[in-house]
């Protein structure tokens, strides 16, 4: 009976082992393939956002910048029209 049982595992078990490895093996490297991509993807998603961030950054500076400027802007007309009053005066 042992000899018909290990001839049975040899002629139908150990095939269907082998096949199920092979698809293991299989799966294992798209993983990896899917994972390669995944880090790629990755990466290019970040240095776009930096540059994006980098944008904004220099967006807001110039925003600052004119935020100064109409601030001086105003002061100078508020200034302009004291001066014409008091001229108006004299």
Known sequence: MAGRTMGWLQ????PEL??????????????KRVDAKTDSL???MNTNF???DLGFDALS???DGLDR???VADRLTRLESEVA??????
């Not at 002629?11 to 150990?14: I, P, Q, S």
């Open 42 to 44: 990755r990466n290019e």
């Open 11 to 14: 002629r139908v078990l150990l």
């Open 50 to 52: 930096q540059s994006v």
């Open 69 to 71: 400027r109409i601030d």
């Open 18 to 31: 082998s096949e199920v490895k092979g698809e293991v093996k299989a799966i294992r490297s798209e993983i």
């Open 85 to 90: 009053h008091l001229r108006g005066k004299a």
């Open 61 to 63: 500076a110039k925003i």
